[in-house]
T-cell receptor, first 111, second 113 residues
Framework: QKEVEQDPGPLSVPEGAIVSLNCTYSNSAFQYFMWYRQYSRKGPELLMYTYSSGNKEDGRFTAQVDKSSKYISLFIRDSQPSDSATYLCAMSGFYGQNFVFGPGTRLSVLP | DTGVSQDPRHKITKRGQNVTFRCDPISEHNRLYWYRQTLGQGPEFLTYFQNEAQLEKSRLLSDRFSAERPKGSFSTLEIQRTEQGDSAMYLC???????????FGPGTRLTVT
């Protein structure tokens, strides 16, 4: 079993749709949970982070962490064609010495 | 540009040659990470520096890989005796005082022929 699992997609949705992206993990030591967006041939860009369990909202983006189920989610409301990218979940321990990334989900938002 | 920079952006080398990549982090950041990313996969952690000290190294990292950060500023990643399986994007990231922070550079794409 991989340490972090993520549906690779690809996922295609119409513009304006609500998108749900998910990851599961196995290491209960993870404390920080991040979502990155990566455009083709670019480095990943941090979108949101959550410390421990709970929800966090930033504009059209909502991140949720359920540590009891070892499950994290990213919701994108009113999706736009510019949201088309690969979305990576990532996790680290308290001191941020070792980040583990999921394989990424490729999202296409169709106009 | 005050972001993370990497040099070169692309490198083509023949199998068996040595290559070295450079990363210049954001100037006030004391944490620096190296990752490798292949097509369709997320970044795979290679090593972590806090200032000049290498504090973490992936068990998956073979002895052909070595990284340095001599004065706690820029870092280099060297791959000796390259193999075709080393072909990948090599990403550098730097982080400040918050443990969740990582800002990635544009990467160095290595092709081993």
């Amino acid at each position: 079993q991989k340490e972090v699992e993520q549906d690779p997609g690809p996922l295609s949705v119409p513009e304006g749709a609500i998108v749900s992206l998910n990851c599961t993990y196995s290491n209960s030591a993870f404390q920080y949970f991040m979502w990155y967006r990566q455009y083709s041939r670019k480095g990943p860009e941090l979108l949101m982070y959550t410390y421990s369990s709970g929800n966090k909202e930033d504009g059209r983006f909502t991140a949720q962490v359920d540590k009891s189920s070892k499950y994290i989610s990213l919701f994108i409301r009113d999706s736009q064609p510019s949201d088309s990218a690969t979305y990576l979940c990532a996790m680290s321990g308290f001191y941020g010495q070792n980040f583990v990334f999921g394989p990424g989900t490729r999202l296409s938002v169709l106009p | 540009d005050t972001g993370v920079s990497q040099d070169p952006r692309h490198k083509i080398t023949k199998r068996g040659q040595n290559v070295t990549f450079r990363c210049d982090p954001i100037s006030e950041h004391n944490r620096l990470y190296w990752y490798r990313q292949t097509l369709g996969q997320g970044p795979e952690f290679l090593t972590y520096f806090q200032n000049e000290a290498q504090l973490e190294k992936s068990r998956l990292l073979s002895d052909r890989f070595s990284a340095e950060r001599p004065k706690g500023s820029f870092s280099t990643l060297e791959i000796q005796r390259t193999e075709q399986g080393d072909s990948a994007m090599y990403l550098c990231a730097s982080g400040g005082s918050s443990a969740y922070e990582q800002y990635f550079g544009p990467g160095t794409r290595l092709t081993v022929t």
